[in-house]
Structures are given as structure tokens and as C-alpha cells.
């Protein structure tokens, strides 16, 4: 088992080596992305120039709230796996995978954490950079039992968001160009997986919808729990249910499509 | 000139031609961009569920503010961003060897080998957004508020270019381009936001002053909404024309350092 488990170990020591190339890129795009957090300060700010609450949070919630975010996003989204998935069959790397005894799927992963792990790492400087700014502004409940149970939603996340991101790799068997799709998917993405406002300000029968999808699981949920915008022990519980269930659902995708990609897969030369 | 405008349309016919070639790609893009826009008209109707005005601007002029900014990114998007986007891949790749083996001004090139059919017909919503709003609002500009508010957008259009340029020429010191076109993004996402919601001393001189990207959009929206206003005009055809000249040398500074596909 450990053996087995051995050849991931080194995926992911190649991931690590292969992501610290590009840690220049990392940092740079860590950089830009506290110009995205002035744009949500300078908005989020005027919005509550009126009033102390919105939707029921202060104005330091709601900036923790997207702060808590950014750091997400970082850690646990999926950058160009698709992408890199795509490319592999297109280009024919795949090939390999198919002829010695290691799992595609548990492969990527294996990289997906490395590289995660890279940019979660980088994106701290730019955030403890500009810590002195924000700092006046955070406000995390104080309450240990958030990080117990919010660091396996964002583990569970994590598999979402992967799996979401396998899934448009392979969809690279049926499509020539996947990028328009991955695009698309973001768009919808970003509104249901509460990047662009916290989802609770949706009307409740559209959050109770948002609820029940996918996209919800992918940032949101751990999010809220961190924030103290979830607080309803129930409510976490039933999160986790649905997480879980998503989780299930998008790997067996992922089978069935790696399965069905390959009876449509040609490999040609040696 | 007449070359250059020869070498652009020659650009256009195969963009259009290879678009009508893959028009299942063409829908899938023109859905990407809608959905975009449907995005930032959601986030607004969202705050504004919760709230009546931001920064003293209504719903609608919010709406305004934001179509005129997805307006001159449409431009932007359909006019040079696949071109500029490539160049970045090309840089690193060395495929940068055949645009400067072509015959005439390498930035130009490198910004018209394609044109993408779905920002150009997402402008035409992008616009419609624009008129809705304008309507909404019951404002009834005159062919001159038409003409400045068209000059506005061709300014931001050469602000946009400029920064997009900017942000791609990075690729020229950094081994990958991965990343770093987000700069772009990064910094016109500025565009969407209402010059008084800048507060401070900081926000204002960084965003509103020394960067471009605020007045960009709230000058054409500000035409439309108060009319004519001199100070403002000077300062977006000024900022175009700094940030344009800021753009082209980076370009060139940049170029010096690249080594070819042998490298």
C-alpha cells in the first residue's frame, strides 16, 4: 500500500519542483489579486456608506469575508488544471499513463496539491505585505471549533474544485478546444461559489437553490464557516452532507468520463 | 498608413473566415462574454437589493457606469486581446521569431493578427446595457453628447490597450506569461467602480491620479449623466496618450531582451 502510495509521493515532489519555476508567476498574480481586494474594499465600503449592516454582517465581516477568500482561492482553486489535463491529451502525453501502473486521476491530484501548496504559500507575502492595512478590518470569530471545522470543508473543496477542473480536462476527448467551456464554467463559477458577493445577500430562495449546487462547495461553504456567516450547527452538518454527495458524484464523473474519453482515445506512434 | 490599414483587414477577413470555420467555438465564446457581463449586472443588482445608492450613484447610473466600462473592454477584447494574449505564449515559446520577421512596426503585428468576432458582437450588448440605462435614467443625449461620449470610449479603448501591453510586456523579464495578463484584468476591474467612492488621500492620488483606470470609464458616464466638462476631457486624451507612449517603450525595452527560439 505504502509502495503504491510511494509514485504519488514523487508526483507530487515533481509538482512541487515544476511549481517553483514558476513562483515569480505566482507571486506576481498573488500581487495583482490585493488589487482585487482594494476594488472589493473601495465597493463594499461605499455600498455600507449608509448603513452599519448588510444582510445582517458589519462591514469588517463582509471585507473578512473576501479576504478569507482570496487566501481560498490560493490554496484550494484550480488554476490551468484543466488546461494542463486538456494538453496531455491532445497532445498525446497521456499515452504514458496508459502503459504503466499509476492512476491519472490520483497523478494530477498528486501536482493540483503541490502547486496549491506553491501558490497558497506565495500569496502570504503579498497578504502579510499589506497585513498592517487590513488588519484593522478582519474580524474572525473568536471560536477554535471554525478552524476544526472549517479546515475539512476546505479540504473537501479542495476535491471539488479538482474534480471540477478534471472533468473539463477531459472533456478534451469529445472537444478540440476546451477553454470557451472552463470560461464559461468560471463565469458561473464566480456568482454561485459567492466570489463576487457573499452568497447570503442573494434573495433566500435563490441562496436555499445555490445550496444544493456544486459551486457552493467549491469556496463559499468553508468560507462562511471561517467567517462566522454559517453559524447553524445544522446547517454545517447538512453542508457536509451535500459537499460530500458532490464529491461522490463528481468522481464517479470522472470515471465515467476517463472511462468513455478512452474507448474514443487514438494513440498513434510510439 | 494605407499599408497598416491594408495589413489590418487582411488580419480581419482570415479572423472572420476562421471564425465562420469553428462556429460552434464562436457561440461558445459569445456566451463566455455574455455570461461575463451577466456577472457584473448581477453583482450590482445584488448590492443595490441591499442598498440605494453607492458612493451617491443610483442603480441605473451604476448600470451605466458599468456598461460603458464592458463597452471599451468588448473593444479591447475583440480588437487585440487574442493578438497580445498569444504574443505573451509566443514570447516564451520563441513563435515570437515570426512576427518580427514580418515586415512593418512589430507592436502592430503583434496586436492585429486576430480579431475575435464574439467581443465585437458582445459590444452591440455591451451597448445595449448603455442605452437601457441611459433610458432608465431619462436622459436624451444630443448627437454632440453622442460624439464626446464616442471619443471618451476610443480614449479608454487606447488606455485599455495600453495597460494590457504593459502588463503582457512582463513576459519579457518573467519565464512565463502564466499569470501575469491578469494584471490587466487586475487593474480594470478599477473601471467599475464610481470615482467617489475613492476615499482617502492614498485611494485617490494611486487610483484616480496616477492611474488611468478610474477615469476611464467615469468620464464617458460622467458626459452622458452632467454634460461636457473640460477638465475631464483634457485629463482622459492626456492619460491616453501617457500611457500609450509608457506602453509602446516598455515594448521596445522588453523587445531588446528577448533571444529568440535559440534561446
Known amino acids: ?270 | 498608413m494605407t499599408y497598416y490599414l491594408r495589413v489590418w483587414a487582411a488580419s480581419a477577413r482570415y479572423s472572420i473566415t476562421r471564425a465562420m470555420m469553428f462556429r460552434g467555438d464562436l457561440l461558445v465564446w459569445s456566451l463566455v462574454e455574455l455570461f461575463w457581463m451577466g456577472v457584473n449586472l448581477l453583482t450590482i443588482d445584488v448590492i443595490y437589493r441591499h442598498t440605494d445608492s453607492v458612493a451617491g450613484w443610483s442603480k441605473h447610473e451604476m448600470m451605466l457606469l458599468v456598461g460603458t466600462s464592458m463597452l471599451i473592454q468588448r473593444f479591447l477584447m475583440g480588437f487585440f486581446w487574442s493578438s497580445l494574449f498569444e504574443m505573451g505564449r509566443n514570447v516564451r515559446t520563441g513563435n515570437f521569431d515570426f512576427t518580427l520577421a514580418q515586415p512593418g512596426n512589430v507592436l502592430f503585428m503583434a496586436s492585429t493578427r486576430k480579431l475575435d468576432l464574439d467581443g465585437l458582437m458582445n459590444s452591440a450588448i455591451a451597448a445595449g446595457v448603455v442605452i437601457y440605462s441611459v433610458r432608465q435614467l431619462g436622459l436624451h443625449p444630443g448627437p454632440a453628447d453622442v460624439a464626446l461620449y464616442a471619443f471618451f470610449v476610443l480614449c479608454g479603448i487606447v488606455i485599455h490597450y495600453s495597460v494590457l501591453v504593459l502588463s503582457i510586456s512582463m513576459v519579457f523579464w518573467l519565464s512565463s506569461a502564466q499569470g501575469v495578463e491578469g494584471g490587466y484584468f487586475s487593474m480594470t476591474e478599477f473601471s467599475r467602480l464610481p470615482r467617489q467612492a475613492f476615499r482617502g488621500v492614498v485611494a485617490r492620488t494611486l487610483f484616480v491620479y496616477a492611474l488611468p483606470v478610474v477615469v476611464v470609464s467615469n468620464t464617458p458616464a460622467s458626459s452622458l449623466l452632467h454634460g461636457f466638462n473640460p477638465t475631464l476631457t483634457l485629463w482622459l486624451a492626456g492619460s491616453a496618450a501617457v500611457w500609450f507612449t509608457v506602453a509602446v517603450w516598455t515594448f521596445h525595452r522588453g523587445l531588446r531582451r528577448y533571444a529568440s527560439a535559440s534561446s
Open chain 1, 1 to 270: 500500500m505504502l509502495r503504491a502510495l510511494d509514485k504519488y509521493r514523487h508526483a507530487f515532489l515533481i509538482g512541487l519542483q515544476g511549481n517553483l519555476i514558476y513562483r515569480w508567476n505566482f507571486a506576481v498574480r498573488g500581487f495583482f489579486s490585493l488589487f482585487h481586494l482594494t476594488v472589493v474594499f473601495i465597493l463594499w465600503g461605499a455600498a455600507f456608506g449608509g448603513t452599519e449592516r448588510l444582510g445582517g454582517f458589519t462591514l469588517n465581516q463582509t471585507l473578512t469575508y473576501f479576504v478569507t477568500l482570496l487566501l481560498l482561492q490560493f490554496f484550494i482553486s484550480a488554476f490551468n488544471e484543466d488546461y494542463q489535463i486538456s494538453e496531455d491529451i491532445r497532445n498525446g502525453l497521456i499515452n504514458q499513463f496508459l502503459l504503466k501502473p499509476i492512476n491519472y486521476f490520483g497523478y494530477r491530484f498528486s501536482i493540483f496539491v503541490a502547486a496549491r501548496l506553491v501558490s497558497g504559500s506565495l500569496v502570504l507575502v503579498p497578504l502579510l505585505v499589506a497585513l498592517p492595512f487590513l488588519w484593522g478590518h478582519l474580524a474572525f470569530p473568536a471560536e477554535p471549533w471554525r478552524l476544526a471545522v472549517g479546515l475539512p470543508a476546505m479540504a473537501l473543496s479542495a476535491m471539488v474544485q479538482f474534480s471540477i477542473a478534471y472533468c473539463f480536462g477531459l472533456l478534451t476527448f469529445w472537444f478540440l478546444d476546451i477553454q470557451g467551456f472552463v470560461i464559461l464554467s468560471m463565469a458561473v463559477e464566480s456568482v454561485l461559489g459567492g466570489q463576487m458577493f457573499p452568497l447570503d445577500l442573494l434573495p433566500s430562495w435563490a441562496y436555499a437553490t445555490a445550496q444544493y449546487l456544486p459551486f457552493y462547495y467549491q469556496m463559499y461553504f468553508p468560507a462562511a464557516i471561517f467567517t462566522g456567516r454559517l453559524s447553524d450547527p445544522a446547517q454545517i452538518a447538512q453542508g457536509f452532507v451535500i459537499q460530500l454527495i458532490w464529491v461522490a458524484i463528481l468522481l464517479a464523473v470522472n470515471k465515467a468520463l476517463w472511462v468513455r474519453g478512452l474507448r474514443r482515445h487514438t494513440a498513434v506512434g510510439g
